[in-house]
């Protein structure tokens, strides 16, 4: 029985594609260089090290809100903050609207 249920498993997990083991592969790689990095960092100033991080996550924040490609679970937080800036789509949508006729 339990050499059945080992081999199903087995079975199962050769009909994942390799693309899925690369990107956990990765993943995990990311991880730990973003650990190491971190440790390396720790006696560095704190200050300096708030505002960078403060930076980054900024950049990346401001870019998930353009292009609307958030995670899924933040979605709602983003869609309270959109409004207050711009977006990919209304930026599109006035670049479609026909001009102001002249005067």
């Given at each position: 029985?339990?050499?059945?249920?080992?081999?199903?498993?087995?079975?199962k997990?050769?009909?994942?594609?390799p693309?899925?083991?690369?990107?956990?592969?990765?993943?995990?790689l990311g991880?730990?260089?973003?650990?190491?990095?971190?440790?390396?960092?720790?006696?560095?100033?704190?200050?300096l090290?708030?505002?960078?991080?403060f930076?980054?996550?900024?950049?990346v924040?401001?870019?998930?809100?353009?292009?609307?490609?958030?995670?899924?679970?933040?979605?709602?937080?983003?869609?309270?903050?959109?409004p207050f800036l711009?977006?990919?789509g209304?930026?599109?949508?006035?670049?479609?609207?026909?001009?102001?006729?002249?005067?």
């Amino acid at each position: 029985m339990i050499f059945f249920a080992a081999a199903s498993t087995v079975d199962k997990l050769k009909q994942i594609p390799p693309q899925f083991w690369w990107k956990v592969g990765l993943v995990v790689l990311g991880l730990v260089v973003i650990v190491l990095i971190l440790q390396k960092l720790a006696g560095a100033n704190k200050v300096l090290m708030a505002v960078i991080a403060f930076v980054v996550i900024m950049i990346v924040g401001v870019n998930w809100i353009y292009e609307r490609n958030e995670p899924a679970f933040l979605t709602p937080v983003v869609d309270k903050i959109a409004p207050f800036l711009p977006s990919k789509g209304s930026y599109g949508a006035k670049q479609q609207a026909s001009p102001m006729p002249k005067r």
